[in-house]
């Protein structure tokens, strides 16, 4: 029996008595060893979100008849559900303009396999990345974004997303507004690094924002993407302390290091399946 290899069960629902129970139930009925349980409940929605672990060569059946099996306890339970296999990596296309700090931590994991993740291409609007892209055997796709011809730049990175059969995008530090359209088209799928501890200091050059107001703590915040800029659930959060001695450019650099491990972070809990969203926040099981 291999433990490394696992299936993941994630379900959100309307609470009610007797969710856990039907679902343990189900999963020993099927031989199935549980590694790794989380459960919440949150009062004010009225809602039930679950993640368990499960080795996969416990169980009496392949990953499609579990599927099956588990379908009438979904319905009967009205349950948001999916079941992944930890074998199948996910597949994530990143975004990036000319700024590399979170592309090449990325990179970084990725190589080193502390990311378990493939990437199929990387995107930018500038060509200034290509190099260390290529030089890691990573198709590079330069889709220009101007303010003339910005829907059929966007239509051609939706393209190549497709193409990929990716996942997740990954905006690592993109610096570009994505239309509406292509928001809603990828709901909980488009994860953005903000240089900012949202909900302050929306949109551009938030450290200079915040170096104005004299804040004490500059942050950052990693968030999926919705249609209403810097606004969507939040996946992972960080903060560093300054002082008045401080300059602009000094928040800049601070805040590159809080940029690239925020966005490590919430996107290896995405890849793991630890997120699942509440409405505009998320319930995530570290």
């Known amino acids: 029996m291999n433990p490394s290899h696992y299936y993941t069960l994630t379900a959100s629902c309307p609470d009610r008595v007797g969710i856990v129970a039907r679902v343990a139930t189900f999963i020993a009925e099927n031989k199935g060893w549980i590694t790794e349980t989380s459960h919440h409940a949150d009062l004010h929605t009225g809602r039930y979100f679950m993640r368990i672990q499960i080795v996969a060569d416990s169980l009496d059946c392949h990953l499609a008849e579990l599927r099956r099996r588990f379908t009438p306890i979904g319905e009967e339970f009205q349950m948001d559900w999916h079941i992944t296999d930890s074998a199948v990596k996910k597949r994530i296309v990143i975004l990036v303009s000319k700024q590399e700090h979170c592309l090449y931590d990325i990179l970084a994991r990725w190589k080193s396999k502390d990311l378990d993740v493939e990437i199929p ?44 059969r990716a996942d997740v995008m990954v905006l690592a530090r993109y610096m570009q507004i994505l239309s509406p ?84 972070r919430g996107l290896r809990y995405h890849v793991e399946d630890r997120v699942l969203v509440n409405s505009n926040r998320t319930v995530v099981f570290r």
């Open 121 to 164: 291409c990387v995107i930018s609007n500038h060509n200034d990345l290509r190099g260390v892209v290529e030089w890691h055997d990573i198709p590079f796709h330069h889709v220009p974004v101007t303010a003339e011809k910005k829907a059929e730049a966007y239509e051609e990175v939706l393209r190549l997303f497709e193409d990929a």
């Open 181 to 264: 359209e292509m928001c809603d088209a990828y709901p909980g799928r488009i994860i953005n690094i903000h240089h900012s501890f949202l909900p302050s200091f929306v949109g551009a050059k938030p450290y200079h924002q915040a170096h104005v107001r004299g804040v004490k703590l500059i942050g950052a915040t990693c968030h999926y993407v919705t249609s209403e800029l810097d606004a969507g659930p939040i996946i992972e959060q960080d903060t560093v302390r300054i002082d008045h001695g401080d300059s602009p450019e000094d928040l800049v650099r601070y805040g590159k290091d809080i940029e690239k491990t925020v966005l490590a």
